[in-house]
């Protein structure tokens, strides 16, 4: 088990242009597949606020991607996203999932990318509570996945645990969060793929037995959740890379879409009676 201290774009220029197009087929299957547990699941509708955030292309034939956010009933926001040049090295892929304010639930960040040579999956729940002091939170959502984390880290060597070089990054992570690059093997994707879809599994099941948030205090978690959501995407690293591909303008509409800024669909607060 190695550890990469590389920014995003130093991987890129480092490893230079290598095709990736036949992982980015994998990522983008496994995502869709994601996606459609999501949607069986949960009433979504897609935020008008997002339409036109394309750029067009067939996989793999250069420059292209996509943002789309769905809100609902039960999910505050829902981002669905890829932007990618394969052909050249680069792919960026996003599932990530804000649940609305009546429930305490985490949220779900998922993230499968190659930024070079090496396939990169970053897959965690986000939590909502604080888990150093919420004993009650912590054991509900995140002990009984410690040893699955152990795990894929003492049986598997060849994967690089990423240590992001941005700090502010370190510490919007749990401590089950998995974020690992490895070798272009099929052994690599597949286990992030897997880790992806365990997570996703994970993640659904809570819904089973949720703990209610109570009334007055739904306003002041919709507002954290809205906090989280938008410090991390206008921090996030990779925003150099679309900056990039795509120039400041696109670059800064697509980081605003990631947290909702101009969102006309209404918060999520749960089903009336």
């Known amino acids: 088990m190695g ?3 590389s920014t995003v774009q130093e991987l890129i220029d480092e490893s230079g ?3 990736v197009t036949h992982i980015y087929e994998e990522w983008r299957d496994s995502l869709a597949g994601l ?10 509708t897609l935020d008008p606020s997002t339409n036109g955030l394309e750029v067009a292309g067939e996989i793999g034939s250069g420059i292209h991607g996509q943002v789309q956010c769905f809100s609902g009933p039960d999910i505050d926001w829902m981002v669905y996203s890829w932007m990618a040049d394969p052909k050249n090295g680069f792919a960026n892929l996003h599932l ?19 930024f070079g ?11 909502r509570r604080d888990i150093v002091t919420n004993r009650d939170y912590y054991f509900k959502y995140y002990e009984h996945l410690n040893q699955g984390w152990m795990d894929i880290r003492r049986s598997n060597p ?22 690992y690059s490895g070798p272009m093997e099929q052994e690599t994707t597949d286990i992030i793929i897997k880790t992806g879809q365990d997570r996703m599994n994970d993640w659904l099941a809570f ?19 809205v906090a989280i959501r938008r410090t991390v995407s206008e921090l996030d690293p990779a925003n150099h890379i679309a900056i990039r591909l795509f120039g400041q303008g696109i670059a800064d509409q697509l980081v605003e879409a ?4 101009h969102r006309t669909l209404p918060h999520a607060f749960g089903k009336k009676a």
């Open 258 to 261: 990631l947290w909702g800024a």
């Open 35 to 44: 996606m459609e547990q999501v949607k069986s699941r949960f009433e979504l």
């Open 207 to 225: 819904w089973d037995d949720p703990t209610p948030v109570p009334a007055d205090e739904q306003e002041a978690m919709k507002d954290h959740t």
């Open 3 to 5: 550890e990469t201290l």
């Open 117 to 127: 040579a090496r396939p990169w999956g970053f897959v965690d729940l986000i939590p």
């Open 96 to 114: 990530t999932i804000s649940p609305g304010a009546h429930v305490d639930i985490p949220g779900f960040g998922l993230a499968f990318a190659n």
């Open 158 to 179: 060849k994967l690089d645990w990423f240590t992001s070089p941005m700090a502010y990054i370190r510490a919007a992570t749990s401590p089950i969060a998995f974020c």
């Open 17 to 19: 242009p290598i095709d």
